[in-house]
């Protein structure tokens, strides 16, 4: 084998197989009860708002929260997550440049799909183990003067951008398995975070930092949370914590990138896309310009489809009218995480075990870290499509009735009560309409 | 008049005999992939899916076909090709094959793991196949 990296534009950069299309009558059944638990809330549910991100929560003993913040707890973790990156750059530099390398998996599967899960599990985790930050903090860059405030007007726009590129390099760019594209991405990731962090401070790891962002955004579903005025560390309703989504310019954008991303996903496995990209592309970079444009479009569709919704109702003035999108942003996020398992569930599990697999042994060298190298990949999942089709399903409805709700409830605080149920029509047919999508193509088209 | 219309239908049963045969078998759209022996010789134990690639003057056919396949039944890849190539498998268990520049060549592999497995050029960059393996 030469040197020249062998893997291939499929899976996410990654080997193996993907996973079966859902059988048609799961996709019916879904599409269902998705609609049914859309006129059910719409017509029956409650006509007073339930839902309060000021409720205080259950709080947790309060070892717990002193424990997560206690300085040793964090540099002890912090300092783990920069070996483990130093180990992840070593494979990445000397390991092998082939489908042996660990590094396309621990890119797209353990940070991509893995940080959701743990951040929907515990809360926003990328903050305490973000490499960029463990250096800022590591080389007392916080102890600098005067800076440059933040400019307020950017929000969430870089992290947007960063997702965006992201996805690019996974959905649309010529060779997404490559080890060297890999390392060229995260190298300008980390320069572009820490210089930013360098000249605007902290503030920017908590704007700009894609993957801190998406964590973020995915520990508004959590249980747990933190208590608002004190701080500490309380379990309690998640549709109470979503409405905590900090409302930002760019907020919409970047739900609409990681969810028109995912359907973009599934959608350019379709043979009608591929025969289209292979007949209208003369070159790679041809077909590298179309893919990105699709991406642009289906992120772009859901920006437009959600922000038209929002705002249709009556009864509100115009600022108001410009500020709904961005408050009923939280409810995409059910959605978003619904779509991001049902999709990579199979990659999270079973790609996850193949790369902590590699992980030991990064070099190719027969090092065997913890007994790792003996271990194999457990297909369980694959290997019962019928339990996987189900969860896929049973995600995908989940997250669109927990976005429905969210909505719905968010809609009876924000809207004047003659608009409250007309006005939020629009929001439950474009989420039916985002849904019937993923199920289509979940089911393959 | 009459047997020249025999002899037309004799013609065209000759010449395009794998065409024809499989598409009567069959009216799926993948029906052409699959080579006749495999549809009517039940004294045949293993199934097998036979899909024939067609590699010249840089273009492929099939592309981006959709095809059915079992768990531990042999896939077999016959390859005919002007020029040299890669066929990369993505299934559990990843394969690899060789294409040289010459008619004839044979490739068989199972998949053990249900899924939905490329088979993919690698030098052309095109999807060959996307083959449903279940169980």
Redesign the interface.
Known sequence: MTSEPTLDVLAHGLGGSTDLPIPYTYALLGAAWALTATFAVVALAWRKPRFDENRPGRPLPLWVTSAVDAPVTRWIVAIVALLLTAWIAMAAFFGPQNADNPLPGVFYVLIWVGLVAVSWAIGPVWRAISPARTLYRLLRLDRRGSRPPYPARLGYWPAAFGLFAFVWLELASPDPGSVGAIRTWLLVYLVVTFAGAVWFGQRWFARADPFEVYGVVASRLSALRRNRDTGRIVIGNPFDHLPTLPVRPGTVAVLSVLLGSTAFDSFSAMPVWRNFVDDAAGSAVTATLLKTAGLAVFALVVAGTFTAAARATGGVDRQRRRELPGLLAHSLIPIVIGYVFAHYLSYLIERGQQTVILLADPLQRGWNLFGLGDTEVSYLLSMHPSVLATLKVAFVVAGHMAGVVAAHDRALKLLPSAHQITGQLAMMLVMVGYTFTGLYLLFGG | MVTAAALLVAACGGSQQEGGDTSAASPSASASTISPSDMTDQQQPPNRLTIDVTIQGGNVTP????LQGKVGEPIVLRVNSDVAD?L?V???P?H?FPVEAKPNQQFQFT?E??????I?L?DM???VA?V????
């Open positions: 592309t981006n076909a959709a890669e990369h993505h299934s559990v990843d690899t998949v793991v249900p899924g939905n497995v490329e993919e690698h960059n095109r999807v996307s449903q393996v279940r169980q």
